[in-house]
């Protein structure tokens, strides 16, 4: 079983929330596995990341874009 994240992103509890594993949300919006991971563990910004590709992935989840990115 993975170790919970203490600190976990935005994206990151909104996926748990809706009962989605990495992979099945990276098919879902069409991206890498590895695009999702990178975001999770802050290796790469979401907030800067392109706003279609950050729609798409909140469109996936079904919420806001601002529930999905850092503040």
């Known amino acids: 079983m993975p170790k919970k ?15 989605l594993t990495r992979k099945q949300l990276a098919e879902k919006v069409g991206i890498s596995y590895r695009t999702i991971e990178t975001y999770e563990q802050r290796k790469n910004d979401i907030n800067m990341a392109a706003v279609a590709s950050v729609k798409k992935i909140a469109d996936a989840l079904g919420v806001p874009i601002e529930e999905i990115i850092e503040k």
């Open 5 to 19: 994240n203490p600190n976990p992103t935005p994206l990151e509890v909104v996926r748990h929330s809706a009962g």
